[in-house]
């Protein structure tokens, strides 16, 4: 597997600082999903606890991420620390313990006391995460994924996941591969009930999109699977963007959600 050192050190450290605590560590994300692109793609891990976590065990963990973080892949490490109660049975919005990712490293430089004593609280892609975890996730220590684990709820799920992209119409041409691909597997899942990865999303795509928006699909799968950038016509963008957005809302009100 691909930065195999970096998942059996962060797992060995999680283990030194949480000793007994913890129940697990799980891998999810484009890795677990078989989709993992080393320029386009982030480390993901939820570690879960039974019990609660100290600020000196938060900063050690901390630590940790910020010096394997320097490791990984360019758009790095994404850590969630839970506790095993807010697992099953599941909670949402879903409270974390600790959270880590690129966009909060300075916060982190900064002034760590500070981060590790607020960096607490509710995260609703925690669904999202979890849902991904039952179907796809891998267990590099702990206890069985459905011993820990309770199934998310459908509504759940779809308001993670469509929180990502109901901006899209403005964000696509910022992030074009992420909206495409996101926005397709978010219809995939209103329309049949599928979890996919981005990737499978825009597959998905390919075969129940109209041909209009066959090539924007292609190039964004192209792009995914590559060094290349993408930078589509902003008007096809847009219009892609809106027209997904509308499927996407009509299948959710059709759900009652």
């Not at 450290?13 to 560590?25: H, Y």
């Not at 000196?56 to 490490?77: D, I, S, T, W, Y």
């Not at 998310?152 to 041409?173: F, G, K, M, N, R």
Request: charged fraction near 25%; glycine fraction near 8%.
């Amino acid at each position: 597997m691909p930065y195999q050192y970096i998942l059996d050190e962060i797992t060995k450290k999680s283990r030194e600082i949480l000793g007994g605590a913890l129940t697990g560590v799980y891998l999810h994300g484009s890795m677990a999903m078989g989709c993992f692109h080393a320029d386009k793609s982030d480390i993901d891990l939820i570690a879960v606890v039974d019990g609660d976590v100290s600020d000196a065990q938060k900063m050690r963990l901390m630590e940790a991420f910020v010096h394997f973080n320097g490791q990984a892949p360019p758009k790095g490490l994404e850590i969630s620390v839970v506790k095993r109660e807010h697992c099953s049975p599941f909670h949402y919005p879903t409270p974390y313990e600790l959270h880590f990712s690129p966009a909060h490293l300075q916060r982190f430089l900064e002034d760590p006391q500070d981060y590790v004593e607020k960096m607490k609280g509710e995260d609703i892609d925690l669904a999202a995460h979890f849902t991904v975890i039952r179907k796809y996730g891998i267990v590099l220590f702990g206890e069985k994924i459905e011993d820990v684990f309770a199934p998310v709820p459908e509504a759940a799920y779809l308001d993670s996941i469509y929180a990502d992209i109901e901006h899209a119409a403005q964000d696509i041409l910022k992030q074009p591969v992420y909206m495409i691909l996101n926005l397709c597997r978010t219809l995939a899942f209103v329309r049949e009930g599928l979890c996919l990865s981005k990737e499978e999303g825009g597959k998905w795509g390919l075969g129940h999109l109209p041909p209009e928006h066959t090539p924007l699909v292609l190039e964004a799968i192209a792009c995914y699977g590559s060094e290349r950038k993408m930078a589509p016509k902003r008007e096809a963008a847009v219009s892609f963007a809106e027209a997904m957005l509308e499927w996407i809302r009509q299948g959710k009100e059709a759900a009652g959600q």
